[in-house]
């Protein structure tokens, strides 16, 4: 597994990732595990500038896909989102999600979903919580979480990890908050790149 061209952060951090898939018995406490594993990698000064080096994912919904593991299936990815990007809402169906920023500011929305989901192509959606996405700071989405992520006022840059790719493999939830509709989309396109030292 271990690769010689990759950033030796990035590298501990998978390292670190197949250590803890093996250790903890369930998806939850191996994820709660991720995401204090990913607040420590986007602190590091190394990846903070390698990722200045990646191409914008805006246009068209786009991930850079770094990592899937061939073992146990977790997949780390990374997007580049403009200054004042729109962010659509969203779930990730059933994967675990960690988002971190490495540069740059965003804000997290949650929602939270009062309809009983018996109508079809229907959702209504009440916003839950607004929180400011900064470096630093790690958001875990349960499976199934509504979400939205909105572009801060300069460019950022988000690192990834995920239970599981959803993009190719399942649909995921979309919603729109003012017609109070509801559909199944497929993933972002993912995108390889390697993240070397
Ligand atoms: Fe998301």
């Known amino acids: ?54 191409p914008d994912t805006d ?15 977790f997949a780390i990815n990374g997007v580049v989102h403009g200054a004042g990007r729109k962010g659509s809402i969203h779930d990730h169906a059933q994967s675990w999600t960690a988002y971190g920023i490495l540069a740059g500011t965003e804000t997290l929305e949650r929602f939270r979903r009062v309809d009983d989901g018996s109508k079809e192509g229907y959702a209504k959606l009440e916003l839950e919580s607004v929180a400011q996405g900064t470096p630093g700071k790690v958001d875990l989405v349960p499976p199934f979480d509504i979400h939205a992520e909105q572009g801060g006022p300069a460019k950022s840059y988000g690192l990834i990890l995920r239970s599981e790719r959803v993009a190719g493999k399942v649909l995921q939830g979309s919603y729109d908050r003012d017609k109070k509709t509801y559909r199944q989309i497929d993933g972002p396109t993912n995108i390889p790149y390697e993240i070397t030292g």
């Open 1 to 54: 597994m271990a690769s010689t061209k990759r950033l030796p952060a990035f590298e501990k951090f998978i390292q670190d990732l197949r250590a803890a898939w093996v250790a903890l018995p369930d998806t939850e406490s191996r994820m709660k595990r991720g995401r204090d594993l990913l607040a420590e990698l986007v602190k590091d000064e190394s990846m903070r500038e390698t990722c200045k080096r990646w």
């Open 59 to 73: 246009g068209g919904r786009r991930n850079l896909l770094f990592y899937e593991d061939p073992d146990y299936g």
